[in-house]
């Protein structure tokens, strides 16, 4: 985006901003220039670090777009956050005041010196949006293995990646699976604000219910996780939605998932990108086809910098977070200013796959097993829809693997007596083919669904 990034609001195209639709509501943006969705005047969160705590998505956005420029710190803390690990945000970000929805309980865990309630509501005000301070968005790191990190990045970074050509002659429409507290959701919810309108999930919300809205508002733009894109696939409400692009981020983007897209909206763009809370995002493919090309890693002098080394993804760019806020973590860049994702890569044939991420290997005999190599052969069996492969104890060889398939509708409807006879030693057949022996997995079960984490990605439970 050209020029220095000014506050959220002061970056809304002037003359066309569009709206915010949640579950229970549509708000018109242009109506923030005369209310607020703050019960206290703007004013007197002035320069304090302000924790925002707020179950409705809508509520949120609205909070985060009113905050912005106003507030020294303002920490989105997403709303599946586990409440023992709540006091040691509260203390790490030095938290002043909370945000919460007009329907939420108070926020428990500290003495804060204000409580400030929003609703979708909007009151009049008199707000001067005109001058504005340098904010620090705060977003918590997932935390499935224990308290979240909190990635410190200012508007600038978040929207980095945004170019002005992206502001279509049609403002688009867009909508994602994400929540808004995360990275991911937050990249689509300031897409779309700067290009158009959003239509925003809500977690107490059915998927059936959520798509159907999203068809009703005419949606074009839709992002989500290749888990999420799976479980909308299998609904059958998917095809009442017509997007024009179709973007995956959060998790690898097999072949399969790729084609079962491509199927599916035969007339939009379908593009799989590379992003993380604290890396940022690094590319976007719009090819068709897993992976990313070598030539990608041709980036020197370029405002987004790839390498790979150590057999990891390493990103150096605008968009990278600023550090982490919690002392005693290690340095978010490396010496040389990249940030090493972590996801390992495989080259082959001039394109790059994600093999997966370090810590999630399997081992086996001594020999490590990315999970993710093993599910993109069995989503790629036509009768599939989605696979998770984690580690079975032996006491051989330690851990073999093991998978559970879930099978697409049609496939399902073929057999509904016993899938299990019909397609499982077909499926071991094809890992055999395609994968050394000791990633073939010893075990395969038919399974009818396969649960996602609030952020959108496969839940991996341990061995």
């Given at each position: 985006m050209?020029?220095?990034?000014?506050?959220?609001?002061?970056?809304?195209?002037?003359?066309?901003?569009?709206?915010?639709?949640?579950?229970?509501?549509?708000?018109?943006?242009?109506?923030?220039?005369?209310?607020?969705?703050?019960?206290?005047?703007?004013?007197?969160?002035?320069?304090?670090?302000?924790?925002?705590?707020?179950?409705?998505?809508?509520?949120?956005?609205?909070?985060?777009?009113?905050?912005?420029?106003?507030?020294?710190?303002?920490?989105?803390?997403?709303?599946?956050?586990?409440?023992?690990?709540?006091?040691?945000?509260?203390?790490c970000a030095a938290t002043e005041v909370c945000v919460r929805g007009l329907q939420d309980p108070p926020a428990p865990a500290a003495p804060l010196l204000l409580q400030v309630t929003a609703q979708a509501t909007l009151r009049a005000a008199a707000v001067d949006r005109a001058g504005c301070e340098p904010t620090e968005w705060v977003l918590l790191t997932s935390g499935t293995t224990g308290a979240p990190k909190l990635v410190v990045h200012d508007f600038g970074s978040l929207i980095s990646a945004f170019s002005d050509d992206a502001r279509e002659s049609l403002p688009p429409i867009w909508t994602t699976f994400y929540d808004n507290r995360r990275y991911g959701g937050?990249?689509?919810?300031?897409?779309?604000?700067?290009?158009?309108?959003?239509?925003?999930?809500?977690?107490?919300?059915?998927?059936?219910?959520?798509?159907?809205?999203?068809?009703?508002?005419?949606?074009?733009?839709?992002?989500?996780?290749?888990?999420?894109?799976?479980?909308?696939?299998?609904?059958?409400?998917?095809?009442?939605?017509?997007?024009?692009?179709?973007?995956?981020?959060?998790?690898?983007?097999?072949?399969?998932?790729?084609?079962?897209?491509?199927?599916?909206?035969?007339?939009?763009?379908?593009?799989?990108?590379?992003?993380?809370?604290?890396?940022?995002?690094?590319?976007?493919?719009?090819?068709?086809?897993?992976?990313?090309?070598?030539?990608?890693?041709?980036?020197?002098?370029?405002?987004?910098?790839?390498?790979?080394?150590?057999?990891?993804?390493?990103?150096?760019?605008?968009?990278?977070?600023?550090?982490?806020?919690?002392?005693?973590?290690?340095?978010?860049?490396?010496?040389?200013?990249?940030?090493?994702?972590?996801?390992?890569?495989?080259?082959?044939n001039g394109r790059y796959r994600f093999m997966g991420r370090e810590g999630g290997m399997i081992n086996v005999g001594g020999l490590k097993v990315h999970p993710e190599e093993i599910e993109a052969v069995l989503n790629a069996h036509p009768a599939v829809r989605m696979s998770r492969v984690t580690a079975r104890r032996s006491p051989i060889t330690g851990a073999v693997v093991a998978a559970e398939v879930v099978l697409t509708q049609e496939a399902a409807g073929e057999t509904p007596q016993a899938p299990a006879e019909a397609l499982i030693p077909e499926l071991t057949e094809r890992c055999r083919r395609t994968l050394a022996a000791y990633k073939v997995p010893a075990l395969i079960r038919i399974v009818p669904t396969l649960d996602v984490s609030a952020s959108g990605k496969l839940l991996r439970p341990d061995a």
């Open positions: 050209a020029g220095k990034p000014r506050s959220l609001w002061q970056s809304l195209p002037e003359g066309r901003r569009g709206w915010l639709q949640g579950a229970r509501g549509t708000v018109m943006l242009e109506a923030l220039a005369a209310a607020s969705s703050l019960d206290a005047p703007i004013e007197t969160l002035r320069g304090r670090s302000v924790l925002l705590i707020v179950r409705d998505p809508l509520v949120a956005a609205l909070a985060m777009i009113e905050l912005d420029g106003f507030a020294r710190r303002m920490v989105l803390c997403p709303p599946d956050l586990a409440a023992q690990y709540l006091p040691g945000v509260i203390a937050l990249q689509i919810l300031l897409r779309g604000l700067l290009q158009g309108s959003v239509v925003l999930p809500d977690e107490a919300e059915p998927l059936e219910a959520f798509l159907t809205r999203a068809a009703e508002t005419g949606v074009t733009h839709i992002s989500g996780t290749p888990s999420h894109w799976r479980r909308a696939l299998m609904s059958g409400i998917a095809r009442t939605i017509s997007p024009r692009y179709v973007r995956l981020s959060g998790e690898i983007a097999d072949q399969g998932i790729l084609n079962a897209l491509r199927t599916a909206y035969p007339s939009a763009i379908i593009a799989h990108a590379f992003a993380s809370t604290e890396a940022g995002v690094a590319f976007e493919v719009r090819d068709g086809i897993e992976g990313f090309p070598r030539s990608l890693l041709e980036t020197a002098g370029q405002a987004v910098e790839l390498a790979v080394r150590g057999g990891t993804l390493r990103v150096r760019s605008p968009g990278n977070a600023r550090g982490y806020l919690r002392d005693g973590l290690e340095p978010l860049t490396q010496p040389d200013g990249f940030v090493d994702t972590g996801d390992r890569l495989e080259l082959n």
